[in-house]
């Protein structure tokens, strides 16, 4: 992939410096404390913790999309090592009667051909030029049988694979995917554990950011099945991946780091980690680089908190708060970057527009952020820090015309919540608060935060439940 990383890593050189002038960014309110558990003012001018009220009764609130758990794996199966394959016997002096770079030939039909009549797979590797090895060749047994298969990519402008494998007294063909541009034999290891080996390939299927799918190829016996997810086998804009067991679980994850495509903004680079869940290799966790801008902060807080990783989410949302070099975004400024990108690649004008930060955005999502923190408070028993970070603020922001109804949310949750002392009866009246109040999402993540966004719906403002 390494002439691949240099065309990306141009590419966002050429980017960068086709970026226009860099957009001032304004700090967030002098008025707000890098304290988050401080005292209340002793008279306050309103009523900070309402009294407890009966709540009304609880309609059952979504389901919330989990990552994969960390697998068992005690409950892995082994796979028994399958008897010496019987193969064609083997007639060391045949020789090829093809050329590789033939264009009238199908070469997988010529090399199943030559290996079934006794020819050697040393005589076939022998015949391939150096730079074949090991991403467009290997020879390497990953049937547990003892008799390594030949994995062959053939180039004739589209790229496809194949994997040769004795079985039954012959040798048969397995064919890869549809034409690629681009296909690599990243290794062969025992990901799941099982005793026998998976195949990893790599294939791209487009140019600009790079459309690259996954393979995780396993033997059942009879032919070579994927183990990737359908949901997790395309990546865009690929720069390295790496096989290791990042969670200590006794199995192998496959973790993909990616570059900013060429289309869209805003991007960051992203680590997504793979791993098996007794099924599939799929989704454990999705991590990107440090928020650029507030509202990555945001939906970073909130996607460690769906991992249960509270103190990193914790971290996120006092950057939101009090991190002043965060920079802003607005739907103008969507579109002043996208202008600016496209006029890299379609030599159309720079615009140039004088923006201005939208004042709204650091109330609206400073309030969220202390939302936020008051549950994760409280989901972790720290009443007293919650109780704080409640009054906080309404005392900041239950007056702000912006902030207004997240602090009213919050009043909605604290209300239902001491009611009962149950987080799931707080979370139903905040999410019921963002149903009848559904322009509070917005801010949070909608379609013009850019493709990497999450799209904030009524459920996503609580997730214990």
């Known amino acids: 992939m390494k002439p691949l990383l240099t ?63 960390t697998f068992d794996v005690s409950t892995v ?13 083997q007639n060391p002096s045949l020789k090829l009667s093809f050329s590789f770079n033939d264009p009238n030939i199908k070469p997988e039909e010529k090399i199943l051909e030559f290996l079934n009549n006794g020819g050697s ?16 060749v290997r020879l390497e047994d990953i049937t547990g049988d003892g008799i390594p298969e030949l994995m062959y990519v053939h180039n004739s402008g589209f790229r496809k694979f194949y994997i040769f494998t004795c079985s039954g007294g012959k040798y048969t063909l397995f064919t890869g995917n ?31 950011g790079g459309c690259y799918r996954y393979y995780i190829l396993e033997w059942n016996g009879e032919t070579y099945t994927d183990l990737i997810s359908e949901s ?41 980690t793979l791993s098996w869940n007794g099924k599939f290799f799929s989704t454990q966790s999705e991590e990107f680089d440090q928020p650029i801008y507030r509202f990555q902060a945001v939906q970073d807080g909130d996607l460690e908190t769906l991992l249960g990783k509270y103190n990193t989410a914790l971290n996120f949302y006092r950057q939101v708060i009090f991190q002043e070099d965060l920079e802003w975004w607005s739907v103008e400024r969507k579109k002043y970057e996208q202008a600016v990108l496209d006029s890299s690649w379609y030599g159309t004008p720079t615009p140039s527009v004088d923006l201005s930060e939208d004042p709204t955005e650091y109330p609206r999502l400073a309030a969220y952020a202390y939302y936020r923190i008051m549950l994760l408070h409280l989901v972790q028993g720290q009443e007293a820090e ?34 009962t002392q149950r987080m799931y009866d707080g979370c139903a009246a905040a999410i019921q608060y963002a149903v009848e109040h559904s322009e509070i999402l917005t801010p949070l993540g909608s379609d013009y935060h850019g493709s990497q966004a999450r799209i904030y719906k009524p459920e996503d403002v609580c997730p214990f439940r």
């Not at 390295?240 to 192998?252: F, M, P, Q, R």
Request: charged share 15%.
């Open 178 to 208: 549809a034409e690629s541009i681009f296909i690599e034999f990243y290794g062969v290891f025992d990901m799941n554990s099982n005793g026998l080996p998976e195949l990893i390939v790599i294939t791209r299927s487009c140019t600009g």
């Open 386 to 419: 919650a109780s704080t970070t409640y009054n906080t603020l309404q005392q900041k922001f239950g007056n702000d015309p912006y902030a207004r109804p997240y602090a009213e949310m919050a009043t909605a949750f604290w209300k239902a919540y001491h009611s």
């Open 7 to 69: 065309g990306l890593l141009i590419g966002i050189f050429f980017l960068t410096a086709c970026g226009g002038t860099p957009l001032q960014t304004q700090t967030a309110p002098a008025s707000v404390s890098n304290n988050l558990t401080s005292t209340p003012s002793p008279t306050p001018t309103r009523t900070l913790i309402p009294s407890a009220t009966p709540t009304a009764s609880i309609t059952p609130l979504p389901t919330i999309p989990t990552f994969t758990p």
């Open 121 to 136: 797979t040393k005589t076939i590797l022998g015949a391939l030029p150096s730079f074949y090895y090991p991403h467009d």
């Open 232 to 272: 997790d086998m395309w990546v865009e804009g690929v720069i390295s991946e790496k096989v290791a067991d990042t969670n200590n679980d006794g199995t192998l994850e496959l973790v993909i780091r990616n570059v900013p495509p060429t289309w869209s903004v805003p991007w960051r680079v992203q680590v997504k």
């Open 77 to 89: 199966v082994t796979v028994t090592p399958a008897p010496k394959a019987e193969c064609p016997k």
